[in-house]
Structure formats: structure tokens, C-alpha cells
């Protein structure tokens, strides 16, 4: 985790660890969804580890390591083949690499403003959120930012001594801050970029042409701030942008859209999912469940949405809800949500569906006012047959 001061303190890159509390033991009144009403945006019964309650078994979030930072972080990632490898993206343009084996669980008495990066990423002036590792080719790993490029690095071209490495290669076919990056989970030569210029391109690292995608398209009517591509089907790729639409009728609220995209095709948006009612900030697909991805909205609610669910049909009460692949809202945080990621388990990590019991769909999320939350999408989404009901709530 990133702190974010705004100067007022010390910025760290802080690693914490969480306690989650064994799920097989709830009560049959733990997961009531009879009785009383709860929040009316949030659909199924999530559970909030040390929230609001509902959850009597004990949970924390403690921190085991902080590492001092200099100015505040915009984004940090840990290297998918090395978790302890981890990039912070910074409001210099630079990008800074800890490897936390290399530094104390508590800065040294008199070193807590003292910032050491053990390699510094160079060749951008402007800072950015977009920061993305490469999960097939290790140590690659992108840059978006606010000066229109996109970079990438190889951290494997690391000396000693020499901590600051320059760019492999810059990209230059937006023309407007670059909002976000993105691998692709398949082809270690592939990824996406968006901008403020309404911009989704995709772009092959092997060809020579750095100003010049191998496609593009004007994918939203506004700034597009985040895009995701799928790590289980190749050609599929999510936007979220500060564009709207109105459901239905004049008098809806209007509501902010995520696009599904095939990139055997951009010509045409396969669909438009419509439920937030601010810009969509941050977009990340499930890793254990391919239909499945999660999007958070300066609206300060977290979606999760299923696109196998896409045109299912619904009663009107249901449809007042949202749409039919909006299958759970997390409504608990208070201020914008400025990222959030999934529990990194499932079938990609090796475990079996057995050995899982819902710590698939946990995810955690924080927001600008500094609030980590931890806590898992409702079991009536997931649990499936799983889910037994008890005769007398029948009628």
C-alpha cells in the first residue's frame, strides 16, 4: 500500500497482512438475508471482515514492514513472478523499485525520511496513475503519464551501482494524458493504453513504429481513465471512462459506462455496462472466475459484474436494481475509492475449487480518505448449490 499525505506527513510503501477469520464456523443468523433491510445498494449478503458488526469473529489488518517514500504514492504493484519486487508510481514521473527483502520492517531511528529506492525508473517529466507488470515476460513492466507517453522498462537491466534505468522503448500515439495501461495476459508483446483523448489503443512492442498503435479507436465520448484486459480470454478487454448514458427514461439518473471490448473487432463495443453514477476510476478483472471483474467509481461504490449474465431477463423489480450482470455493489466506503484488487488465489495459483471456500471473492479496496477495507462479495453471488435454505423461510 501507497500512503497519500498530500505533504502533511511521511509517505510510506507500507506492506500489511491480514487475519481473515474462518468462514465455515458462521451461523446460520450470520448470513440472514431475511429481516432486516440493509443497505439498499448492495445486493446479496457481503460480509465485511470487522465491519459494522455483522461479523463477530475476529479480524485485523496489521502493518509488517514501511519503507519511506518520497512524496506521495499514485499507484504501487508487486511483480507478479516476484511479490517482493514492488514498483510505486510517483508525482516526479519517476518510477521507484523496492525489493523489500533489502529493508528493515521500520526505517532506522533517525532514516524514517530518508527514501532508497533500489532502482529508479527514468524517462518520463509528469506523473501518472497507469503502471502495469508484464505477466508472461518478468521484469517488464509499463508507465502511463500526464506527458502522453507510455514507457517501458526490463528491471532485469539493473547494475549495481547504478540504480537508474532508461526507458526500452516510449510510446507517443496519445494526445493527451494517459490514463491507464495494460498487458495482456497471453501475448508478452501486447498491450492496451487509454487517454484523455477518448482514445483505446492497442500496441505490439516488436513493431518499430513507437508513435503509431497497431489499432485505435475513439471508445468512449469522454476521458477514458482505466482499462483492463481479461487474463483468461485473450481478446477481451474492459474501458471506464467519465462518459454517460440514461437508462430507460429521461428521468433516470444518469449513470457512467464500462465497455466490453473484442479486439478481433473495435469497430464494434460488444457492451455497455451502465450502473455508476460518476467516472469510473479503476477496473480489475476476477483471477479466478473469467466472467467476473470489479470497477470502482468516484460515486463511492465498487461493482462487481458478470458478463456471462449479460441479457438475462429480470422481473421489473429486479430491473430497478440494475442491469442483470450487476451481481453485487459494495457500497461501504465513504469517499472515492482510488484502487482496489482481488485475493490473488484461484485456479491460476493452484488451488482447487474445494481448497478455496470463498477466499476467491474476497477483495480489497481503499479510498482517498485513507480507509483499507477488506471484505467478500455476498455468498448468494458465489456459493451456488452451495447454499442451502432453511424450510421455514419457504413459503
Not at 497482512?17 to 440472514?32: C, K, M
Not at 503519464?145 to 507510455?150: G, P, Q
Amino acid at each position: 500500500m501507497g500512503t497519500h499525505t498530500s505533504g502533511a506527513q511521511q509517505d510510506y510503501l507500507q506492506i500489511a497482512q491480514i487475519q481473515i477469520p474462518h468462514q465455515s464456523s458462521r451461523g446460520a443468523d450470520d448470513g440472514d438475508e431475511g429481516g432486516d433491510e440493509e443497505d439498499e445498494d448492495e445486493r446479496g449478503d457481503g460480509m465485511e471482515l470487522g465491519g459494522y458488526g455483522r461479523n463477530p469473529h475476529p479480524s485485523r489488518i496489521q502493518i509488517i514492514q514501511r519503507i519511506p517514500h518520497k512524496d506521495e504514492i499514485n499507484r504501487a504493484r508487486y511483480m507478479p513472478q516476484n511479490p517482493d519486487l514492488i514498483a510505486t508510481k510517483t508525482t516526479s514521473g519517476s518510477i521507484y523499485i523496492f525489493d523489500r527483502t533489502k529493508h528493515a520492517s521500520e526505517p532506522p531511528m533517525g532514516k524514517e525520511t530518508v527514501c532508497k529506492p533500489d532502482m529508479e525508473l527514468v524517462g518520463q517529466s509528469k506523473e501518472g496513475f497507469g503502471l502495469d507488470w508484464n505477466p508472461v515476460n518478468a521484469g517488464h513492466i509499463l508507465g502511463a503519464s500526464e506527458d502522453m507517453t507510455i514507457c517501458e522498462w526490463d528491471v532485469n537491466m539493473y547494475q549495481k551501482g547504478h540504480p537508474a534505468i532508461e526507458p526500452l522503448n516510449t510510446y507517443r500515439g496519445h494526445n493527451a494524458v494517459v490514463g491507464d495501461i495494460s498487458w495482456n495476459a497471453y501475448r508478452e508483446n501486447v498491450f492496451a493504453s487509454v487517454g484523455d483523448d477518448k482514445q483505446l489503443m492497442i500496441w505490439d512492442t516488436r513493431h518499430q513504429d513507437r508513435a503509431r498503435p497497431m489499432q485505435k479507436v475513439q471508445a468512449h465520448e469522454k476521458e477514458i481513465l482505466c482499462v483492463s484486459f481479461s487474463p483468461s480470454t485473450e481478446t477481451l478487454l474492459v474501458t471506464g471512462s467519465s462518459d454517460h448514458s440514461r437508462r430507460k427514461s429521461d428521468a433516470s439518473p444518469a449513470t457512467k459506462t464500462i465497455a466490453l471490448w473484442d479486439t478481433r473487432n473495435l469497430s464494434t463495443k460488444l457492451h455497455s455496462f451502465e450502473a455508476h453514477t460518476d467516472e469510473v476510476l479503476q477496473l480489475t478483472w476476477s483471477p479466478s472466475h473469467e466472467t467476473i471483474f470489479a470497477s470502482a467509481s468516484a460515486d463511492r461504490r465498487i461493482n462487481i459484474w458478470d458478463i456471462s449474465a449479460i441479457g438475462l431477463e429480470q422481473t421489473p423489480d429486479d430491473a430497478e436494481d440494475g442491469p442483470p450482470e450487476l451481481v453485487f455493489v459494495h457500497g461501504g466506503h465513504t469517499n472515492r475509492p482510488s484502487d482496489l484488487c482481488w485475493a490473488p488465489v484461484g485456479h491460476k495459483n493452484g488451488a482447487g475449487k474445494g481448497e478455496l471456500d470463498g477466499m476467491d471473492w474476497f477483495v480489497a479496496s481503499c479510498a482517498e480518505d485513507n480507509v483499507v477495507q477488506v471484505w467478500r462479495v455476498g455468498e448468494s453471488v458465489w456459493a451456488g448449490e452451495r447454499k442451502t435454505v432453511d424450510m421455514e423461510d419457504l413459503e
